[in-house]
């Protein structure tokens, strides 16, 4: 029998905590190196909360991973869910920051079924003629992954031009169920390192008016 040369495998653990939510995720088991696409955070939930990705610290002070990107890990490591409790107030603009291509902001909006809403956007809230990271946001159902508009790099703005409608971009839908949609802004360029400032509202119908 010829000699046979056996090369060991090595595998790498990815445990995932709810870090005080509810439901689990199904720890994953991958070979060392290979990209994984990260748990969406389907079957978890935590009261008053929205889910907005992992981090490897339960205080969010690590390393965020957020869902929709692919990483390759060489050790095992713990990931712990993120959980935001941004809740938008009915025609009050929400402001913040994106600082690198891979941050995602989750916000969180009451909706009654029937009624017709008005989801707005803006990459700084005067609209004036400073560019800056470029857009693309979305919208579901809390708790669900059926998307009411967006999911992928499809509703963008890409920076201002002062000769621009002032409100920017926004998207019209009609509420199918009660309960809270979770709305995601992300950097519309993933691949640089795009950063800037993002405003974010909701109506029922109408402008939002200009009070922060």
């Given amino acids: 029998m010829s000699d046979v040369n056996l090369y060991a495998r090595w595998f790498t653990s990815i445990t995932y905590n709810v870090n005080g939510g509810s439901g689990t995720v199904s720890d994953q088991i991958v070979n060392s190196d290979t990209s994984v696409s990260l748990s969406n955070g389907i079957g978890i939930s935590r009261q008053g909360y929205t889910f907005g990705g992992w981090n490897d ?35 009050v603009w929400a402001h913040g920051t994106l600082y690198a291509a891979s941050d995602e ?72 169920q009660t309960g809270m949609i979770e709305i995601r ?13 993002y405003s974010i509202a909701c109506t029922r119908g109408g402008r939002p008016e200009w009070n922060d």
């Fill in 105 to 176: 902001i989750w916000l969180s909006f009451p909706v009654t079924a029937g009624n017709r809403y008005v989801v707005w956007w803006n990459d700084r809230l005067e609209g004036n003629n400073t560019r800056t990271a470029g857009l693309a946001v979305s919208a579901r159902y809390a708790g669900s992954d059926n998307w009411i508009f967006g999911g992928t790099n499809t509703n963008v703005y890409a920076g201002w031009d002062i000769t621009n409608v002032i409100l920017g971009e926004r998207s019209v839908f009609t509420a199918s």
């Fill in 185 to 197: 802004v992300i950097p519309y360029n993933r691949s640089s390192s795009y950063t800037g400032t």
């Fill in 57 to 91: 610290r339960a205080d969010g002070t690590g390393t965020n991973y957020n869902v929709g990107v692919t990483f390759a890990f060489t050790n095992n490591i713990t990931l712990y869910a993120r959980w935001s409790n941004t809740l938008l107030a009915e025609n």
